[in-house]
């Protein structure tokens, strides 16, 4: 099911080019170029809960003060672009992942913590960008977010019945979200903060308010 153990500092970048999407791809160097002990799920191999299929998370992910991460990586831009303007803060996710990471977390047992992780593909002015760090990999940035699963779902709620399809509301994710970083930099934190950002207003939906420029 997992494989491809990468301890302190450990490279291989032939399990790189095994992870096809641009965005988990990122996310894997981040832990590379940080050192951070963590394994990459097999996603060939696909688990069995109670005769059903169960979704795989991407990365176990070893992180300060002994937690242990299920993390499910979450590609979105950032911005994303709509018919009606720009929009911030794209955190959705499937039931199917709502379902999914639990079985997993309870498989798992003890200490052991499932969470999104929402890799932001970075784009538009810097100074609407997440606060926490940004991550180049082969000439894009990306910023790293994170949310426990238990967080994410006492926020969500429906956004779309056809595709099946929840999300937290922008003001509401900016309170959860954390910086990824913060999983081994500062494994006992524990309590939520607002999310800081370079220099951006927002509106509840997630746009960017545009302020009035001053004199000087």
Known sequence: MVGGWRGQGGRSRGWMTRRHIHYESAFEDLLQSQGVPYVAVDEAKKPIFAGAKVKCFDFLVYGGGGAKW???????????????????????????????????????????????????????????WPGGGVHAYRGRYYGFLAVPLSEYQALCRRRSPRWDTYFVAPAAFRRIARPVGTWWEDGSRTTTTSLPVAGAAYNEDGRVVERPRGKG
Request: charged share 25%.
């Open 70 to 128: 299920l993390a499910d990586v979450k590609g979105r831009r950032f911005p994303y672009e709509t018919v009606s303007g720009r929009r911030y803060w794209e955190n959705w996710v499937t039931g199917e992942d709502l379902a999914s990471l639990p079985c997993w977390e309870a498989a798992f047992g003890e200490g052991f913590v499932a969470a999104f992780v929402f890799a932001y593909w970075l784009d538009g002015p810097e100074c609407s």
